[in-house]
């Protein structure tokens, strides 16, 4: 039996859909009650937010019209389903968010409802009924499904994986775990993550073979993904196996950054510093047979006008042991040698041998990894000892 649909439900969902509260009334409950997303990132919360407005258009749409979801919806809603299942967020707890957003709609819809008579409230209850045992059964078919397809072809499950790291769509620690355990990897813990190119400019968008090539060359180094980005290889790896790293890139003429300071949980922080990192060094930035670091790329984004990180802890990433009170001998020879521009005129400012001057630069280059004497590594370390506290 079906009720004529009355303007009253048609003012009512006008208004609604118009008042933009709504929905952040709806993400909030969902954040607030559903613990998976209460744990969601701050990237993932414009996804949730654009769900839950074209959740409610339709469902005050079919309370409005007195109808019912059509395929189009049960379309949308198995690609929720299927999206969810990729980056690991629980068919149950997706399930969950959509009858807390349900309650939601119905608390607003009695807060605007003076005109509404009993048969308007009758047909939102088997409105939201009917919707919710629809898109419950078909979501967690497709979701399902998708679970089976993934586990069935691991490797695409795995770059699925590192994809999703790599924009930030992972729902939280648990499901990340849940999600790695379910594919039968341990993501390493410390990681390196390794964005890679070919040195010389092409600019075409890198194949599957050539990033399983550079994969090939770190076998053994312990729990590996790869996928690629446009012209790039992304690999993820433990971060002890970075020298291995060097020397393949090195093999294959390739350049590239590794990333090894950032936590899982900010994979995707480590990307974009690699990516921009390649982005925007210059060329007598790249060494052969040495990748760019953390260091470099905080330094980068730090002349790009957007770090990534306060100045102190990019000194410090650069200095390393320099950074220490008890080198501020060494300190001080990187100071006179920047400022004076050689290693003899430095000593004289010091009163030292300009042998003992060179030994001090040899320490540097030991306790930093950087060479004074190489003009980008020189920018480097001029860069940091200048913003250190």
Request: hydrophobic content about 50%; some cysteine.
């Amino acid at each position: 039996m079906t009720n004529k649909p009355s303007k009253a439900r048609a003012r009512v969902r006008q208004e609604m859909v118009a008042d933009p509260r709504v929905v952040e009334a709806v993400v909030a409950a969902v954040h607030e009650q559903v613990p998976v997303y209460a744990a969601l990132d701050d990237s993932r919360l414009p996804e949730v937010r654009a769900i839950a407005a074209w959740g409610l258009d339709r469902l005050l749409h079919l309370w409005a019209t007195d109808s019912a979801l059509d395929p189009a919806d049960l379309r949308r809603f198995r690609g929720i389903a299927a999206a969810r299942a990729a980056d690991g967020r629980p068919v149950q707890a997706v399930l969950r968010a959509y009858r807390v957003a349900a309650t939601v709609l119905t608390d607003e819809i009695a807060a605007r409802a003076p005109d509404l008579v009993a048969a308007d409230a009758f047909a939102l209850a088997r409105m939201l009924l009917n919707a919710l045992d629809t898109l419950s059964e078909e979501m967690a078919t497709a979701y399902a499904a998708t679970s089976e397809d993934l586990a069935g072809n691991r490797d695409r499950a795995l770059r699925l994986l590192l994809d999703d790291l790599i924009a930030g769509r992972h729902a939280s620690a648990g499901a990340l775990t849940d999600r790695s355990a379910r594919l039968g990897v341990q993501l390493p813990d410390p990681y390196c993550l390794l964005v890679a190119e070919p040195a010389a400019e092409g600019g075409a968008d890198m194949s599957f073979e050539a990033a399983t090539g550079l994969a090939d060359a770190l076998d053994g180094a312990g729990p590996l993904l790869s996928t690629i980005r446009g012209s790039r290889a992304v690999l993820l790896f433990p971060a002890g196996a970075v020298e291995r790293a060097e020397t393949a890139l090195d093999r294959q003429a390739w350049r590239g950054c590794a990333i090894t300071g950032e936590g899982l949980d900010r994979v995707a922080v480590a990307h974009r510093l690699a990516a921009d990192a390649l982005d925007t060094a210059p060329a007598h930035a790249h060494r052969p047979g040495q990748v760019l670091t953390d260091a470099d790329a905080h330094v980068l984004a730090l002349l790009a006008g957007h770090p990534a990180a306060a100045p102190d802890h990019i000194a410090r990433l650069v200095l390393g042991p320099l950074a220490d009170p008890g080198q501020g001998h060494l300190l001080a020879a990187l100071t006179a040698y920047i400022d004076r521009g050689s290693a003899n005129a430095a000593a004289r400012e010091l009163h030292l041998h300009p042998q003992s001057l060179r030994y001090r630069l040899r320490r540097i280059h030991d306790l930093t990894g950087r060479d004074p004497r190489d003009p980008w590594q020189r920018l480097t370390l001029d860069i940091a000892r200048t913003i250190r506290p």
